[in-house]
């Protein structure tokens, strides 16, 4: 009886814990569990005779090893690498990071081929081939136990390929107005604090190049490029954080160190793609950010910044044509949004692809937010001093 009770006190205290985090899918899973703990330890004659059968038992527990990693995966958590540099210095190349998915809730998989480890079957089927990348079962996702919050570091998958996977840095939520001003992000006209280890390109202005490249050497600072004028250089590039920028600074052999600012002719590929705005890495915006069952008065001027996600996600096909906006044959003034969008940026701030490039991140694409680098590894063999290092 006191065994009974204690089992009961834990089951209700977790279940309360469940509740008061809005997980409450876990709920029914942790009964199971609790279940399935209380047969085994019953010692049934059927658990008894599955013991006593090698074979049989060996390979219950190798099922049950399998859908615990399976549910782990697809529930709990991931283990992600990162594979570029845009992240620099927050997150380096080759950090095998755990990115958690009770934050945001974790979305259930679009398709058989997103299933970890058993997707194999589909992979092996060569009809279910066909539909490769396709969102065969829609975009649902369980309750999280919190919201996307701005400067969060977030793992989704990169709006054009469901099968790749992006880590960037959320500045802009749902329904703010962002805006970069001379590599000054605002939202909401609000100026943004760059992240602690964020990095920037600079231009390094001094008389002595020589003497500036050894003391920067000396100081594990390395210049990525130079620009020359007349046959002399002009000045240096370097992509650093604040802090590196303030020690340069302070050398006397430098006349000055500014940010380079990139001109309208580096406006190529940018969004929104569109040669009526020629925005740039560091001049961008005012852009609005969707969010759901906000509405938004259709002109040419929204048409270039929202058309593209209404179709690719909002299970909609809006056409322009000289006589208005159409989804199917009903001509629209307005459209309303089904879902939250979010603009991502690299803590690398010159040297990232992100929504600046390729815009608006949906809510249907997000994986979860990075929380800790579990270790690192890269050509030159184990980082330890980046061992359980928290993300921030």
């Not at 997980?23 to 010692?43: D, E, N």
């Not at 749902?174 to 939202?187: E, H, P, R």
Request: aromatic share 14%.
């Amino acid at each position: 009886m006191q065994k009974a009770a204690i089992y009961l006190v834990i089951l209700i205290v977790s279940i309360i814990f469940f509740i008061i985090l809005n997980l409450y899918w876990l709920i029914p899973l942790f009964l199971l569990l609790s279940l399935a703990y209380l047969f085994i330890k019953s010692k049934s004659k059927l658990v008894l005779f599955i013991v006593k059968i090698r074979i049989l038992h060996y390979l219950l527990v190798i099922i049950s090893v399998l859908l615990l990693g399976v549910f782990s995966r697809l529930f709990f958590f991931e283990i992600f690498t990162i594979p570029s540099a845009s992240m620099d210095n927050t997150m380096k190349v080759g950090d095998k990071i755990i990115v958690s998915k009770l934050q945001y809730g974790p979305r259930l998989p679009r398709s058989g081929f997103e299933i970890p480890w058993l997707n194999l079957f589909w992979y092996l089927n060569n009809n279910a081939r066909l539909d490769l990348g396709k969102n065969e079962w829609g975009n649902k996702r369980l309750s999280g136990y919190s919201k996307i919050n701005r400067g969060d570091i977030v793992v989704f998958n990169n709006p054009g390929n469901m099968f790749e996977f992006y880590i960037k840095r959320c500045v802009g939520l749902a329904g703010d107005s962002l805006q970069i001003t001379n590599s000054k992000l605002y939202i909401n006209k609000k100026i943004q604090i760059l992240p602690e280890k964020a990095k920037s390109e600079y231009k390094i202005y001094c008389p002595d190049q020589t003497l500036v490249l050894k003391q920067l050497d000396s100081l594990n600072i390395y210049v990525t490029n130079f620009f020359i004028q007349k046959q002399k250089v002009k000045y240096l590039l370097c992509n650093i954080s604040k802090r590196k920028k303030n020690i340069i600074e302070s050398l006397s052999t430098v006349d000055s160190i500014i940010i380079s600012i990139k001109g309208i002719e580096y406006h190529q590929g940018i969004f929104p793609k569109d040669s009526s705005y020629k925005w740039t890495q560091d001049n961008f915006g005012i852009l609005w950010i969707p969010k759901k069952g906000s509405k938004i008065k259709l002109n040419d001027r929204n048409y270039v910044f929202y058309a593209d996600i209404i179709n690719k996600f909002e299970n909609s096909t809006i056409i322009k044509t000289d006589n208005g906006f159409f989804i199917g044959n009903k001509r629209i003034k307005n459209y309303r949004f089904k879902q939250n969008y979010y603009f991502m940026m690299g803590d690398n701030r010159h040297q990232s692809m992100d929504s600046r490039y390729w815009g608006f991140v949906p809510e249907s694409q997000i994986v979860g937010k990075a929380v800790l680098v579990l270790f690192s590894n890269d050509h030159d063999g184990i980082k330890w001093n980046r061992i359980l290092k928290s993300v921030n």
